[in-house]
């Protein structure tokens, strides 16, 4: 009856690489990212540090390359958690329009939205099957992390869409909390 599945949250490794390759071809498009996409929603490690530099140097004016990007690492000593010089170097081989880089946010904030979601059930189903509280209380405390992570989305980077799901969730959960016990 108890069958774990194995599997990786939802994310997508090649628009992660093109958000990260696209800043480094635009000035603009650096600007853009550090402003509207955040490190969570970048599923992979290594992803995560390399937007995390370039944020900071897109925030300090600082030229976005390659070899600024290593040097940087280097010097907050993650160079090695990034992949190394190798694990940076890919970039530079990346090729895509850097005006497409919001197409491809906007695809790594609905799978950041998926992951939360993801983590909001898991932590419900905890609390469900260790009987950590009665029923509604469970609801109410999922609606309103809910609604609070909807806020969030909605209130920094619009993400109508997954803001959306998320009232139409609440509307479920608000269903089932109705029904009777049995």
Known sequence: DNVMLSFAPPHDTLAEQAVL???????????????????????HHRHRLLFRAMCSMTVLNEDVSIITVIDWLRKEKQ???????????????????????PGYGRILREKAMLRSLMQEAQTMNLGASQELA??????AGVQDRLRSLGESATA?????TAYEAM????????????????
């Open 21 to 43: 390759a696209s800043m480094m071809l635009s000035v603009q498009q650096a600007r853009w990212a550090s402003t509207t996409l955040a490190e969570t929603d970048f599923y």
């Open 167 to 182: 009232v139409d969730l609440t509307g479920h959960i608000e269903d089932v909390g109705d029904k009777p016990q049995k």
């Open 79 to 101: 160079l090695e958690d990034a992949g190394d010089v190798k694990g940076v170097m890919w970039l530079h081989e990346y090729s895509v329009p850097a005006s497409q880089c």
């Open 156 to 160: 920094s980077r619009p993400l109508l």
């Open 134 to 139: 009665a029923s509604e209380d469970l609801i």
